[in-house]
Structures are given as structure tokens and as C-alpha cells.
């Protein structure tokens, strides 16, 4: 599977924004997905996962309650909502999809996308 990020961009602390995986392939529905980010200087780091359903999700701790991540099986793309946003959360986002494992750590997924970025201004 082929994954392209997007929709990152320069938004202030407390606002909103909407990340997007597009994806390739007719076996989406099948993969475990994630988003990852890595902060300038730091190693990328887990941030959200979703079952293949979407029935299961998880996040990491800072994010709870603030960030959403969602799918639609028939676009093949998944989501991140992110809403009160704050500096810390400035990275690199990047979508991966896994084949086998409902997973938290990044070398356990096959496909990535290129990553978009994210900048909040406080």
C-alpha cells in the first residue's frame, strides 16, 4: 500500500486542524494505521492508532482528548482531527500502515507516507 499526508500547516495554539492519509491499494480495510510525528531534534514517536475496523483506537497520553483519529474504509484514507493544539505538538506527522499488529511502536509498521508538517505558534 502507497500512503500520501496531507493537509498540515501553520495554525496558532488552540486552533484546529485536519490530517489526511490517502492511500493505495485495494486491501485498505485490511491494515492497522497510525500516525506518528517527530519533533525537530527528537526521534518520531507514536501518536494514534486504529484498528482495522475502526472499532479500536489509542493515543498517546498528551494527546487524549484532543486529538481523533478516524477512517473511511471506502475513500481509503484515514484521519487525524487534531483541535487544541498546542506548541509542543509542532512535528513532522506521519501515517503508517501495518499489516498484521494493532501497534504502538514504528518499526512494526510496512508502509509510510512522506509526512507533513505541522506548526502551531503560540
Known amino acids: 500500500v502507497q500512503l500520501q499526508a496531507f493537509g498540515g500547516g501553520l495554525v496558532q495554539a488552540g486552533g484546529s486542524l485536519r490530517l489526511s492519509c490517502a492511500a493505495s491499494g485495494r486491501t485498505f480495510s485490511r491494515y492497522y494505521l497510525g500516525w506518528f510525528r517527530q519533533a525537530p531534534g527528537k526521534d518520531r514517536v507514536f501518536v494514534a492508532v486504529i484498528s482495522a475496523s475502526g472499532g479500536r483506537t489509542d493515543y498517546t497520553d498528551s494527546v487524549k482528548g484532543r486529538f481523533t483519529i478516524s477512517r473511511d474504509n471506502v475513500k481509503n484514507t484515514l484521519y487525524l482531527q487534531m483541535s487544541s493544539l498546542k506548541p509542543e505538538d509542532t512535528a513532522v506527522y506521519y501515517c503508517?500502515?501495518?499489516?498484521?499488529?494493532?501497534?504502538?511502536?514504528?518499526?512494526?509498521?510496512?508502509?509510510w507516507g512522506q509526512g507533513t508538517l505541522v506548526t502551531v505558534s503560540s
Open positions: 503508517a500502515a501495518n499489516s498484521g499488529t494493532y501497534s504502538f511502536t514504528a518499526t512494526t509498521y510496512n508502509y
